[in-house]
């Protein structure tokens, strides 16, 4: 069964910096491309990262692009999602998914709030 | 930028046929998935490449995709499937979601 748990969420003040992990199991990590996808209160989902199974490749939202870095470890086999100049319109649930030919499986999220 | 657009609400009263669409440029060139997200929960896909069912997903969700439409239809609808639903698709590496539709049973 594939699980993902997320943490590292929680209240931050504008312009800090929080990070964000996900820890996989029940499946082969190093096999699969990995996301971060967000949203925000009461809205819709927002794709924010992707990294590929290897690592080699990232891809960044526009809104994150410079901000937000992802990266996994394939010894721990967590994904990680550094966030940095955070921003009001930040807070949401983020959540780790994993990506193949059936869709996004989906953790169950952790709230990041950005807050003065 | 690629977009996706879904109507923000859809009504259907028990028993009957809820079709919920995504419309995108040419979406029919695209596998489209759709996900069933219930208050307080994560989503769940309940089609994948258009019109697969994973395992464990009734059959009454099925799905469909061709020219610039992709369609979730729920046959016999039950007062359990109200939730959102969100369409996705891919483009240039980027996931691409329509903005939800709210689906109520009454």
């Known amino acids: 069964e594939v699980r993902l748990v997320e943490s590292g969420g929680g209240l931050v003040k504008p312009g800090g910096s929080l990070r964000l992990s996900c820890a996989a199991s029940?499946?082969?990590?190093?096999?699969?491309?990995m996301n971060w996808v967000r949203q925000a209160p009461g809205k819709g989902l927002e794709w924010v990262s992707t990294i590929t199974s290897s690592g080699r490749y990232i891809y960044y939202a526009d809104s994150v692009r410079g901000r937000f870095s992802i990266s996994r470890d394939k010894a721990k086999n967590s994904l990680y999602l550094q966030m940095s100049s955070l921003r009001v319109e930040d807070t949401a649930v983020y959540y780790c998914?994993?990506?193949?030919?059936?869709?996004?499986?989906w953790g169950q999220g952790t709230l990041v709030i950005v807050s003065s | 930028s690629y977009e996706l657009t879904q109507s923000p609400s859809v009504s259907v009263s028990p028993g009957q046929t809820a079709s919920i669409t995504c419309s995108g440029d040419k979406l029919g060139d695209r596998y489209t998935c759709w996900y069933q997200q219930k208050p307080g929960q994560s989503p769940v896909v309940v089609i994948y490449?258009?019109?697969k069912r994973p395992s464990g997903i009734p059959e009454r969700f099925s799905g469909s995709n061709s020219g610039n439409t992709a369609t979730l239809t729920i046959s016999g609808t039950q007062a359990v499937d109200e939730a959102d639903y969100y369409c996705q698709a891919w483009d240039n590496n980027t996931a691409i979601f329509g903005g939800g539709t709210k689906l109520t049973v009454l």
């Open positions: 490449q258009d019109a």
């Open positions: 998914t994993r990506q193949d030919i059936t869709g996004l499986s």
């Open positions: 029940g499946f082969t990590f190093i096999n699969y491309n």
